[in-house]
């Protein structure tokens, strides 16, 4: 098989220089039209802001408004609706000032002073202390900005900083449309802020200040932009010795001072220094590449799932008569990745150090509508896909390309990213829409300033280039760029600045995954029959498959008025407003079968059946034809930004629902399943080692506990393969007939360690669940200990004389407030457990509240457990 082979190390985090800081908080803001002078005027210390109301930095004009109550939460009900619309009201109504008082001497020397943006939306115009800085308005919403200031700083160390932040012209008018009437893609910026499928527009286009500002201090040379590339080259393995790697690295120094230096630039890794003399002219700004490296027994970073996500410090200096000018400090993973055509599937294929990836993804838009991110929702957010037991995100290119935050959490929990760039077949042209206010032509042609689109991908690669994590460059969602500018991105832009990283011109294009099938080449994207996933072939690395994702009862609560949470019917068909607005797709025939619905808490249980059910189908029907149909697939999606209801696997709050659960459990990398169309048993190997001395063990459950015993034996499985191991399809038919059946499939391992644990309910012969709506009750025994801080284990026990207990959820709340604990995380949930089993469940949060566990399952009633 012929391949294209991506090497390198990669950078986590570029963390501060020597002497880097935050402004991050004491700014104030103010609308431009109740400012009546102009910015010198206003960042001059003398001009009086008192009155103005604080502002949110990192943050946009909506967040600065929400948090000092001039609107209400979007996120709520209808209240988005209460909230003026940028395109009504016209750009000067979210255009603002923000001013920002802060303390830093004016240099002494060859000292400099640097003031940097990571991000504006859309334009603007930079004062400090009485002068413009900016010679040009700056425009683009995914472009850094750097600038000296060291002149411009007052002795006296105190300093105003004033910005007039500008929004995207044209704003769009959201009509419904996907990113409302397409022409927001005029612009180099997000386009999900018009309103999509899966949400309402953001009504100032997260105008403002939305990424971070810094304050660097630094010598005469200034370090920038370092890279770190490594080859890393046979089939390896994640234990052992390994067999060295390379190094090629190199960084930006730019020199501030009026004289030409003299120095070394160096880095830091494992140890060992690299060096290498330079002399660089005044004014000059130049990369310099240093000595290749060969690091030996490098410790690798691996996919999850695959091996440890090993991770380096190395440090960038330059020093100059023996001081340090300045340093970055990287943090590093060391791995390969290689690209290769699948002959038989008709799609790409992904190595990781030499070893086959067999890819099970999920798409991310973006970790907060309103771009309020911080690490710890990062954190959290990146962990749950982890513990679905993913090995890919792809953020989807309507949104950015992602802040090195999310990065860094992808880094740690090894989740390989595919990044698209910002087009969308929607806004970009690929459809006739009667939405979009421009034809085809036109709309193929945005954005309006291709130069600052190319200028903008050189920045923001320059910026995430160096993550392990970062596995995949998308020209667009469903669309390439023009070809003015994707030629250039791709032969020339890439290239330099990267080189590193598959390239795919569109995210469902031909050249990751041929479309012999037709259609748009993703998809479907509501419930689908179980059977569905297992016996109709799909495209062979389908960018965007998915459902629903609904949340249970309590999820509802916290974005839905009382007076809305009435459940929707099929037939009728009848569904709330407030739930339309938030996007509500149907459940429709699925819950039916269920039996009668009580009330809207009852239609949330059931529809975590269904949720749970879906996705574990979904990942186990694409491993069950893994190398034979397909080399990976990406769940449209995983994560909602707002408070949307469909395909999201935990809330916007971080709540999981049965999704989670239902994919983990189908996603493991070691797992026993059930073909539900000729009840084939197979094991699915996700891994690089062989698995010998496995044991199986096969029972089926009726609803009144009682085992009808299958088979138990012995069996092993090659590396990264699926292997079929025997039919119960006629004893399934036979058993669920009446009330339908329960099926329990083990594996054990040698140590007789239950390794995949995996439990399946089937309808009567007529599709319903009467068996399981009529399950009697089951009491569990209930205990719950503390392992440590922020680490519990629950464990429950089903008597032999009971029922199944089924579907149960186990919940950690606040002792004295009783609600949810979150972020929370599971090591399972949504179980069931057999007559005489036992199941230990271990939850890992952080919180200083007292602990309480909620169970409750289908036929098991809610209890408390006090933490012991």
């Known amino acids: 098989m012929k391949r294209l082979t991506l090497l390198f190390l990669v950078a986590v985090h570029i963390a501060a220089g020597q002497n880097r800081y935050e402004l991050n908080n004491g700014w104030v803001c103010a609308a431009m039209g109740s400012v009546k002078t102009t910015g010198d005027k206003i960042s001059a210390a003398s001009y009086s802001v008192k009155g103005w109301m604080p502002a949110t930095v990192p943050g946009t004009v909506l967040t600065s408004l929400l948090d000092n109550k001039k609107v209400p939460d979007p996120f709520y009900g209808m209240n988005n609706e209460k909230i003026p619309d940028i395109y009504k009201t016209g750009r000067d109504h979210y255009t603002y000032w923000f001013v920002k008082d802060f303390t830093e001497k004016a240099p002494q020397g060859n000292e400099q002073v640097w003031l940097q943006f990571r991000g504006v939306n859309y334009s603007c115009d930079i004062f400090l202390n009485g002068k413009k800085v900016n010679a040009n308005r700056h425009y683009g919403m995914f472009l850094r ?161 695959y091996g440890p996500q090993h991770l380096y410090t190395v440090k960038f200096q330059f020093i100059e008569n023996g001081a340090v000018s300045d340093e970055e400090t990287v943090t590093a993973g060391v791995r390969e990745i290689q690209t290769g055509w699948n002959a038989i599937t008709r799609s790409k294929q992904v190595a990781v150090n030499g070893q086959k990836i067999f890819i099970k993804g999920g798409n991310w838009i973006i970790s907060d509508a309103m771009l309020r991110f911080t690490d710890k929702r990062y954190d ?29 959490a992808c880094d740690r929990y090894g989740m390989l990213v595919m990044q698209d760039f910002w087009m969308s077949g929607d806004c970009n042209g690929r459809w006739v829409d009667p939405m979009k206010s421009e034809d085809q032509w036109t709309r193929r042609k945005y954005p309006n ?26 020209g667009g969602n469903e669309i390439t760029p023009p070809e003015d500018i994707l030629v250039p991105m791709r032969d020339s832009i890439l290239p330099a600045l990267d080189g590193t990283r598959w390239f795919v011109d569109y995210s469902n294009s031909d050249e990751m995954s041929y479309n012999s099938l037709g259609g748009n080449g993703d998809g479907p994207y ?113 994560q909602n930004p707002w408070t949307a209801m469909r395909g999201q696997m935990y809330d916007y709050y971080l709540d999981p629902n049965a999704c989670l659960f239902g994919l983990r459990k189908g996603s493991e990398p070691l797992h026993v399943m059930c073909n539900p169309v000729d009840g084939m048993v197979t094991i699915v190997n996700n891994t690089f080692e062989e698995q010998r001395n496995l044991m199986l063990s096969v029972h089926f459950y009726d609803m009144y506990g009682k085992d009808s015993f299958v088979t138990q034996v012995f069996t092993y499985i090659e590396p990264s393969s699926a292997k079929r191991i025997l039919s119960v399809k006629e004893l399934m038919t036979n058993l669920s007939k009446e009330k339908g059946v329960f099926l329990s499939l083990q594996l054990l391992d040698e140590k007789k360690q239950v390794i995949s644990d995996n439990f399946y309910w089937y309808p009567d012969e007529i599709g319903n669940y009467t068996g399981v709506e009529a399950l009697a009750p089951a009491l569990l025994k209930t205990n719950a200990k503390q392992l440590g801080k922020g680490k519990i284990e629950v464990t429950l026990t089903n008597p032999p004389t009971n029922t199944v207990a089924f579907f149960n959820r186990v919940t950690l709340v606040d002792a004295n407030k009783k609600e949810r604990i979150l972020p929370v995380f599971y090591s399972d949930n949504y179980f069931s457990i057999v007559p005489g089993g036992e199941k230990k469940i271990t939850i890992d949060y952080e919180s200083s509240a007292a602990p309480l566990i909620i169970v409750e399952g289908q036929n098991v009633r809610p209890q408390e457990i006090k933490v012991q």
């Open 526 to 638: 509501t419930i689908q029959p179980v059977s569905h996933f297992w016996e109709h072939r799909t495209f062979p690395f389908n960018s965007e498959v998915g459902s629903v994702g609904v949340g249970d009862y309590v999820s509802l609560q916290r974005f839905i008025p009382p007076a809305n949470m009435q459940f929707p019917t099929h037939t009728p068909k009848k569904v709330d407003s407030v739930w339309e607005y938030h996007k509500y797709i149907g459940y429709d025939q699925y819950i039916a079968p269920y039996g009668r619905l009580f009330d809207i808490a009852d239609w949330t249980r059931k529809a975590q059946l269904v949720n749970y059910d879906q996705y574990r189908a979904l990942s186990e029907g694409f491993s069950n034809r893994m190398w034979d149909w397909y080399t990976g697939f990406i769940i449209w999606k995983t």
């Open 145 to 305: 900005q750097n600038y000296n200031v060291t002149r411009l700083l007052n002795s006296n160390g105190n300093n105003r900083l004033a910005v007039i932040v500008y929004p995207i012209d044209p704003v769009g008018n959201p009509n419904g449309g996907q990113g409302g009437d397409g022409t927001i893609a005029r612009n180099v910026s997000h386009q999900y802020v018009a309103g999509w499928d899966w949400i309402q527009p953001m009504r100032d286009r997260n105008t403002g200040i939305w990424d971070k500002v810094y304050i660097e201090k630094t010598g005469a040379v200034n370090v920038k932009n370092p890279h770190l590339v490594t080859q890393v080259p046979g089939v390896r393995k994640p234990e052992g010795p390994q067999q060295p790697a390379q190094i090629l690295a190199s960084a930006e120094l730019e020199n501030a001072s009026d004289k030409k230096r003299d120095g070394v630039l160096q880095y830091q890794i494992d140890g060992q220094t690299v060096k290498q003399n330079i002399s660089i002219e005044p004014g000059e700004v130049k990369e310099v590449k240093l000595p290749v490296f060969q690091l030996n027994n490098p410790k690798l970073w691996w996919p999850a799932g």
């Open 449 to 474: 300033d291709h130069n600052l689109f190319l200028h903008s991908v050189a920045d923001q690669v320059k910026m995430v280039r160096n993550h392990p994590s970062l596995a995949m460059w998308c």
């Open 380 to 408: 959290a957010e990146i962990r749950y896909h982890r513990d679905m037991n993913l090995n890919l995100i792809r953020v989807w290119g309507g949104a950015l390309i992602e802040r090195p935050e999310f990065f860094n």
